[in-house]
């Protein structure tokens, strides 16, 4: 597996310009939360839950650019194994996935990406801490893990 940490430089202008494109798009396509939903990003400490776009796919978004892609995936940032994915207010969630438990997960990542303050301040220190200490032990991950309604 190739070092996320060596390649995090390089790789961070086009994750970012990736990420807004695909927020913008789902945006523009995707479906608002429920009002069930919004009670519980709400809960969890979305700030704003009404600008929740969901969109239920066959795989999640992946890169179009060839290195981008093949950097993902072979980090193990995207891939397979994956069910969900936060890009700012846009969550894509794999199509047969849809939980309670997943979509509460993804709406704590939309908190700390209001905490930010945008994709740009969020995903440098996301995708750092990943390098550093590995997906499972992210203290992102973790705070989303334990915000989690079952
Ligand atoms: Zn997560």
């Known amino acids: 597996m190739t070092s996320l940490a060596t390649l995090l430089p390089q790789v961070l202008p086009g994750a970012i310009g990736w990420a807004q494109e695909q927020e913008l798009k789902a945006l523009a396509t ?3 939360l429920t009002p069930q939903g919004i009670a519980d990003a709400r809960a969890l400490g979305v700030l704003a839950p009404e600008k929740i776009r969901v969109v239920i796919a066959p795989a999640l978004p992946l890169p ?3 290195w981008l892609r093949s950097v993902a995936l072979g980090t193990g940032l995207l ?3 994956f069910t969900g994915l936060t890009l700012g207010y846009a969550i894509f969630i794999v199509h047969g996935h849809l939980t309670r438990r997943l979509l509460t997960h993804e709406c704590r990542h ?3 990406y209001e905490i930010a303050g945008s ?4 995903l440098p220190a996301y995708l750092g801490q990943i390098a550093t200490v ?4 992210a203290p992102f991950e973790v705070d989303a893990r334990q915000h989690e309604i079952l």
């Open 134 to 137: 590995g997906y499972d032990a």
């Open 64 to 66: 179009d650019d060839a």
């Open 119 to 122: 994709i740009a301040a969020f």
């Open 110 to 112: 939309v908190h700390q």
């Open 30 to 32: 995707g479906a608002a």
């Open 79 to 81: 891939g397979p194994g």
